[in-house]
């Protein structure tokens, strides 16, 4: 465990990381059987999926899964009706054997569901972060849970850096003007900024946060910081001349821009919250696409709008989908901008789609043949964290 773990930090920098990863094994207990429940709780789709198959994490494009677990004998059970204890997710999950689902439109899996999914074995993310699981309660009943590590890193990591941009440039409420009809440049440049010459750290150095500071090392920041239970390999640090903060509150103080790529579990939960952001910088940014519950919501809403933070982006909530009235829809700094939020979807492009889609069949396939899983694609197996990511255990 320990050496896929430090394996998975020389991945983290790599340029090429899926193929990496396939060259490391570890074996996880299967029982496979024919005839397996699988169930899939996934978003729907609309129109856009049925005019664009691509968009393969939908609940009518199944992740092209459908034919090939039919012809194997599977029963195939795809939905997004996942609330309450008449939903599909919580009818089915009580003799599945399989639960797939993706973090756009997660099946939260409690441990109350834990206790009465008497079949269930394996819960596969297609995607990456597996929080919608209750991840000890997995362990107490020795559920597996993988991820398809890596699949849409690049994605997510190219959202945040855009996030970054939109903020300091205080671009929505430029684009919203420019919809409104009107043509007032000082509205807009009294709060516009330029991204050289900032300081910009991230909560989380691994496979996105490192590529995150990657892409900004063009832009001539005035330093990168991390902050990291997991230090990085030294010389990844040295290849983007990144400094380390041990420190959370040291960490937070010296950043103009702050960017969070942690996973959420016990130790992050609420870790941005109204104590911490006093110790921000005032004015300073911060971007989240990492999950909603690891910033407090109203702590945030209310310093954007004291002016404490200039602005906030991202795209992920607390819940998914977000009730029409969450305020990070509508919040705003005094100014009236600061607003970058979006639905869940940087990590879902559709060149993402098409590897967590492949990722996901690979998983089960391993499964279904007992064959060894890809060991950085696993967080929970065996009653143990595998993963070395969600907290320090
Ligand atoms: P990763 O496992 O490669 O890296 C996570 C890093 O966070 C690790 O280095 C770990 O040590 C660090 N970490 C954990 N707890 C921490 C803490 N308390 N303080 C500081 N650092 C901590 O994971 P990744 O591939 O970089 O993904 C990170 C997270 O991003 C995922 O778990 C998921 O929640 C989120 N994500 C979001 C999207 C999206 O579409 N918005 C897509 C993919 C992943």
Not at 119 to 142: E, F, W
Request: hydrophobic share 40%.
């Amino acid at each position: 465990i320990m050496g896929c773990y430090s394996w998975s930090k020389q991945a983290c920098y790599s340029p090429l990381p899926h193929d990496l990863l396939k060259s490391h094994q570890l074996t996880i207990r299967t029982t496979p059987n024919s005839n397996m429940k699988i169930l899939a709780i996934l978003y729907q789709g609309g129109n856009a999926a049925k005019e664009e198959p691509r968009l393969l994490g939908t609940v009518e494009n199944e992740l092209g899964l459908r034919e090939w677990l039919t012809s194997l004998g599977h029963e195939f059970i795809v939905s997004d009706d996942k609330e309450g204890p008449d939903s599909v997710f919580e009818k089915n999950i009580v003799d599945a054997e399989v639960l797939i689902t993706t973090p756009f439109h997660p099946g939260y899996l409690t441990a109350d569901l834990i206790n009465k999914a008497k079949n269930l074995k394996i819960c596969i993310t297609a995607g990456v972060g597996s929080d919608h699981v209750d991840l000890n309660a997995a362990r107490s009943r020795a559920i597996s849970v993988l991820e398809v590590t890596g699949s849409n890193v690049v994605s997510v990591a190219e959202h945040v850096v855009m996030s970054i941009l939109l903020l300091v440039r205080n671009f929505v409420p430029a684009h919203e003007m420019i919809e409104r009809g009107d043509w007032q440049v000082s509205d807009i440049a009294r709060n516009a900024f330029d991204l050289e010459g900032k300081v910009v750290g991230t909560i989380g150095a691994g496979r996105i946060g490192y590529r995150v500071l990657q892409r900004l090392v063009p832009f001539n920041v005035k330093e990168l910081l991390y902050y990291d239970y997991n230090p990085l390999p030294e010389q990844a640090a040295k290849d983007i001349n990144v400094r380390r903060v041990e420190k959370l509150e040291d960490f937070v103080s010296q950043c103009d821009v702050v960017t969070v790529n942690c996973p959420l579990h016990e130790g992050t939960r609420g870790l941005v919250n109204a104590d911490l952001l006093k110790h921000f910088k005032k004015g300073a940014w911060l971007v989240n696409t990492a999950r909603g519950a690891i910033c407090d919501k109203d702590a945030v809403a209310a310093a954007l709008k004291s002016g404490q933070l200039s602005g906030y982006s991202g795209d992920v909530w607390n819940v998914q989908p977000a009730p029409k009235d969450h305020v990070w829809r509508t919040m705003k700094n005094p100014l009236g901008g600061g607003n970058g939020m979006v639905p869940h979807y940087s990590g879902t492009t559709l060149d993402a789609q098409a590897r967590y889609a492949a990722g996901t069949k690979e998983i089960l396939e391993n499964y279904f043949n007992g064959a060894p899983q890809t060991p950085a694609n696993i967080i929970v197996d065996g009653g143990k964290y595998v993963t070395g990511s969600y907290g320090q255990r």
